[in-house]
């Protein structure tokens, strides 16, 4: 595949044989199946993957995000007072509601299951996850468990998959998103630096959705 994987699903269905596994120039790395030898760094596994395989280009996490939803619910109305007028009234024509309130957006996220990704919604729960992802420190460190995993090592928030973990399981902690963390073996060193100084290292896909 030369695609980065945006759920579950996907994933399995198009993993490949092994006598395929040179042709690869990206490496998807399941969160359910991340278990490198112990006491090798995760840098160390994917360079000696790329010794293993030399057309592998892009390494990726396909991972859960646990702490999500409990975030989400603390800070809704937060997240509802900075909405501005345009989409705060985009929300209220979709829940068909006069007053847009956190309540109301919760309850209806809680049946957003079939919507698509662009739909005013699931675009707004998606917003809140990268801002989740990309913003939210908690004592210098990212906020979600499996975040904190993949940026002290060195990745950046890559993309938000809506509808990435239909699973009452991933319903339960993100309303069913998933997100790639990608490894740029070149940048590991600089987004750790950044994350250091405070800053999470995110694309400009994850970036506009923040604005």
Same mark, same amino acid.
């Given at each position: ?7 579950m ?5 198009n ?8 042709l ?8 359910y199946?991340?278990?490198? %030898? ?6 160390q596994?994917?360079?000696t ?28 109305? +937060? ?11 985009a929300?209220?024509? +979709?829940?068909?509601? /006069?007053?847009?309130? +956190? /309540? ?5 996220a ?25 913003? /939210?420190?908690? /004592? ?6 499996? +975040? ?19 699973? %009452?399981k ?8 998933m ?25 400009s ?7």
């Amino acid at each position: 595949t030369d695609t980065v994987a945006n759920s579950m699903f996907n994933w399995i269905n198009n993993n490949l044989p092994a006598s395929t596994r040179s042709l690869l120039d990206v490496v998807t790395f399941s969160q359910y199946q991340e278990q490198a %030898p112990m006491g090798m760094a995760f840098d160390q596994v994917m360079r000696t993957l790329r010794a293993e395989f030399p057309k592998l280009k892009t390494f990726v996490t396909l991972s859960p995000i646990p702490g999500f939803r409990a975030w989400l619910v603390r800070h809704a109305e +937060a997240r509802v007072a900075g909405l501005a007028r345009v989409q705060r009234q985009a929300l209220a024509r +979709a829940l068909g509601v /006069e007053t847009l309130t +956190a /309540e109301a957006l919760l309850a209806a996220a809680d049946h957003a299951r079939e919507l698509d990704a662009q739909a005013p919604l699931s675009h707004w729960l998606q917003q809140c996850a990268a801002s989740y992802l990309g913003q /939210e420190l908690q /004592e210098g460190k990212p906020a979600d468990p499996v +975040a904190r995993f993949h940026l002290g090592n060195g990745a950046r928030v890559e993309r938000i998959n809506w509808a990435g973990d239909p699973s %009452p399981k991933g319903w339960k902690q993100s309303y069913g998103m998933m997100v790639n963390y990608l490894y740029d073996l070149k940048r590991l060193d600089k987004h750790r630096s950044q994350l250091a100084q405070g800053k999470i290292s995110v694309s400009s896909e994850v970036a506009k959705l923040t604005a």
